[in-house]
């Protein structure tokens, strides 16, 4: 006699669709939530190099009495690096120069014609992580400026390295 009571094995395909969908959605979200914290990593990395930097500047200034009177910047979607000569500057303080590589805007330096005043300004992945900048020239445009002429730039919404003079107000 034939049995017409056979034992169910196994999982049918609207099963398998559903705990399909249901991984996926869960994955998104984790890799939406590692994007954000990998961002803010690599912004947190950003304002540490800049305060190397700021800090051989700093020492630079100690022994020369005046900053580099030189525009430097690193720029990674154009392959640019710091100029020779603004590495060559501070390589007793700090080397190598930190460099940009997954941003289209780098790092960029500036200083008075005097050497008496200078910027330096980092662009960030995400204005939401302005929690990290805490400095004396700010968040301002998407960047992050440190040095003494950015926060008087910033103050009278100016971008320090675009306008003629290093001195805004």
Known sequence: MLSTNKTKLGFTLI?????????????????????????????????????????????????????????????????NNWSTTFATMLSPYLSPLPQESTLSNGYLYSSTDSGQKYGLAASFESSSNSGLMTGDGGYYNNYYEVGQSPSACAAVGKDWWGSTSINCP
């Open 15 to 79: 099963e398998l669709l559903v705990v399909v969908a249901i991984v996926g959605l869960i994955s998104s979200v984790v890799f939406a939530s590692l994007r954000s914290a990998r961002e803010k990593a690599r912004d947190a990395k950003r304002l540490q190099d800049m305060k190397q930097i700021s800090l051989a500047l700093e020492l630079y200034y100690n022994t020369n009495r005046t900053y580099p009177i030189i525009m430097a910047y690193v720029n990674p979607a154009s392959d």
